[in-house]
C-alpha cells in the first residue's frame, strides 16, 4: 500500500472519530447540563466546522467535507441550548472576528490565507484555556479526555493532509494539535494533584469540549 493510499485510509478514520465525538460531546451535555461551557467557544467552532466544509468542498476532499459536516448538528444542538436568542451580540461579534481572520487574508493569498487566520482564531480560543490552566492550580470543568481525543484525531489529520498534500490546513492542524496536547497534560497534571483518584476514571468517559 502508498503512503497516499494509506493516507486517504486514515482521513476516513479521522471522519468516523469526528462524528463518534461529537455525538458524545452532545450527549454529556444533555446529561450534565450546560453550567461552564463557553457559548463564545461553543458559537466560534460552529463558524469553523462550516468553513472547513467549504474549504473540503473547494479542495474536493470528501474526507473534510464528511469530517467537518458530521459534527455540525450536534453542534447546533448545543448551541441552541446556550440560549443564542439571548446573546445576538455575541453571535454577531463571533462573527466578525472570524471574519477578520479568514476574509482580510483570503483577499491577499487565497485560501491558503483564509486557512491560516482561521486556525489563528482557533489556536486563540484553545489558547485561552491552555492560559486558564497555567494561571490556576485546579482543572475543574475541563476534561483531559476530550483533549486528548482532540490531539489524536488532530494528528490523525494531519497524515490526510500529507497524502492529499493540502499544506495550509496541515500547518493549522498541527499546531491545533499540539495545543490540545498540551492542554490535556496540563489538565491531567492538575487534576492529578487535585483528585489523584478521578484521573483514571475520568478517561473513558469524557469527551466533550470544556471551558
Known amino acids: ?4 493510499a494509506f493516507a ?6 479521522a471522519v468516523v472519530l469526528s462524528s463518534l ?6 450527549r454529556r451535555m444533555t446529561r450534565r447540563g450546560v453550567d461552564g461551557v463557553s457559548f463564545v467557544t461553543w458559537t466560534l467552532l460552529l463558524y469553523i466546522s462550516v468553513f472547513w466544509v467549504a474549504y473540503g468542498i473547494d479542495a474536493r476532499s470528501w474526507q473534510m467535507i464528511l469530517g467537518c459536516a458530521a459534527p455540525i448538528p450536534f453542534q447546533v444542538m448545543i448551541w441552541l441550548r ?23 487574508p483570503a483577499i491577499g493569498w487565497g485560501w491558503a490565507g483564509a486557512v491560516i487566520g482561521v ?12 492560559l486558564t490552566l497555567v494561571r490556576s492550580r485546579t482543572a475543574v ?3 483531559t479526555s476530550s483533549w486528548v481525543t482532540a490531539g489524536v484525531v488532530s494528528i490523525l489529520w494531519v497524515i490526510y493532509y500529507v497524502g492529499a498534500q493540502l499544506w495550509a490546513v496541515l500547518i493549522v492542524t498541527a499546531v ?3 495545543v490540545s496536547l498540551s492542554i490535556a497534560t496540563l489538565s491531567a497534571h492538575r487534576h492529578h494533584r487535585t483528585h489523584p483518584t478521578l484521573v483514571v476514571a475520568e478517561l473513558p468517559v469524557n469527551l466533550a469540549f470544556d471551558d
Do not use: D, H, K, N
Open 1 to 4: 500500500m502508498s503512503f497516499t
Open 8 to 13: 486517504l485510509a486514515v482521513g476516513w478514520v
Open 21 to 26: 465525538t461529537a455525538y458524545q460531546q452532545y
Open 82 to 104: 446556550l440560549a443564542p436568542r439571548e446573546r445576538l451580540g455575541v453571535c454577531v461579534g463571533s462573527l466578525v472576528f472570524l471574519s477578520a481572520f479568514c476574509f482580510l
Open 119 to 130: 486556525g489563528i482564531a482557533g489556536w486563540l480560543s484553545r489558547g485561552r484555556q491552555l
Open 141 to 143: 470543568g475541563v476534561s
Open 176 to 178: 491545533s494539535a499540539m
